[in-house]
């Protein structure tokens, strides 16, 4: 392994140094978030739900249109460039924020320059590494994303020990935000094959195969489980984590996925990549099962949250791997756009009917609805999507 991540070219590296920068400022304020709008703004789980569910929606939706704009114009730079741009702006000004409608408002302008970034770079990843290093280099750009994911609440958490006001915190983001944009002007387009896309682009997938089809359909019911990791902060507030504690919770997440993320995927360049997804997915039904229980103690949530922490590390850079080992040569910008689309837009229904559920009936009830669409998923995933006569997927 560890020659094969030497041997990766510039551009990988450069991307994932970009996610690591990013995700500082990001993951710095995202645990502060549910507490900043609860203790600030006087907002519940129900604006929680609404503003992160929009966020993530548009987010989606541009991830669709920037991918098939590449798969066009054969660029991928200039969006990541200007998606890196909006949430470079976006984020300070959360601390100008006089209500959470404002909130809701910059998260729209911070999400879209994600939707804008996020394909074009799936898809200048997948197309700088031959087809057997694709797990590898996605799982080590989720690695070093998660890297920024431990040391932004390291951040949080030494700025609240040092009783920095919440809205001071959201302002130092603006530093990482222009570090990123300077490093994604410094990244080089690579030689890309003629498109074979249909001439007009249409809203049925059309020039997809069915095995990707189904399977994004299959993520998308998994994706309706799977809610703002927010609610995640909120239970373990409500059942007794110490506040300033929170953000050191979300590193370990982080930390963990960090460190098996890499390996992890790049087993599923040697192995079937349906066996990492269908026990990872399981490991998350399991996960949003135990943490349903009405009087879990904190013990508990330490070790379910290590459990999280391994799911996302062993699902975050393979499924992106088997998305671009089932697309079609040409088209893994429409490809992921679609995966993308479908994956975050069921953010919103999830994270509004989580939200909905957790005010007005319980956190148990919340989490019980999550784990069982997991499982839905799980099932169609195993019998519909990897069915007996359907290719081995590696890569």
């Not at 996610?19 to 604006?47: H, R």
């Not at 040391?151 to 949080?156: D, F, S």
Request: hydrophobic share 55%.
């Amino acid at each position: 392994m560890w020659k094969t991540l030497r041997s990766l070219p510039r551009t990988v590296w450069l991307i994932g140094l970009i996610s690591f920068v990013n995700d500082s400022a990001s993951e710095m304020l995202y645990p502060l978030m549910p507490l900043y709008l609860a203790s600030v703004l006087m907002a519940g789980p129900k604006a929680l739900g609404l503003i992160e569910g929009v966020a993530e929606a548009t987010s989606s939706i541009f991830k669709l249109v920037s991918g098939v704009i590449v798969d066009r114009t054969k660029r991928s730079k200039p969006w990541i460039v200007i998606g890196y741009l909006l949430a470079g702006i976006g984020r300070p000004l959360i601390a100008l924020a006089s209500s959470w409608t404002w909130v809701l408002l910059i998260r729209f302008t911070d999400r879209l320059g994600k939707g804008l970034r996020s394909s074009p770079r799936d898809v200048l990843l997948a197309e700088s590494v031959p087809a057997d290093q694709r797990g590898i280099t996605f799982g080590l750009h989720r690695s070093m994303d998660n890297a920024g994911a431990v040391v932004g609440p390291l951040l949080a958490a030494l700025l609240l020990s040092l009783n920095v006001p919440l809205r001071d915190i959201f302002l130092w983001a603006v530093i990482p935000g222009v570090i990123t944009v300077v490093l994604a002007l410094c990244l080089k387009e690579p030689a890309r094959e003629a498109s074979v896309i249909p001439k007009k682009f249409t809203w049925s997938m059309e020039g997809l195969p069915p095995q990707l089809r189904r399977y994004i359909f299959v993520v998308g019911l998994f994706a309706l489980g799977n809610s703002s990791d927010m609610f995640l902060l909120l239970r373990a507030r409500d059942a007794g984590v110490p506040q300033e504690q929170i953000p050191l919770l979300w590193a370990a997440i982080s930390l963990i996925t960090t460190i098996f993320g890499t390996p992890l995927s790049a087993l599923s360049d040697r192995f079937s990549r349906k066996y990492f997804i269908l026990i990872a997915w399981l490991a998350f039904a399991f996960f949003y099962m135990a943490m349903s229980l009405p009087n879990i103690a904190i013990w508990m949530i330490c070790g379910l949250f290590g459990l999280y922490g391994l799911f996302k590390a062993a699902t975050e850079g393979v499924e992106k791997a088997l998305v671009a080992d089932l697309a079609p040569p040409g088209m893994a910008g429409t490809a992921f756009g679609w995966f993308n689309l479908i994956s975050g837009v069921m953010l919103f229904p999830a994270s509004f009917i989580f939200g909905w559920i957790y005010e007005s009936y319980s956190p148990t009830y919340a989490f019980l609805f999550s784990g069982s669409c997991a499982l839905c998923a799980l099932v169609l995933l195993a019998i519909w999507v990897f069915r007996a006569n359907a290719p081995n997927q590696t890569a």
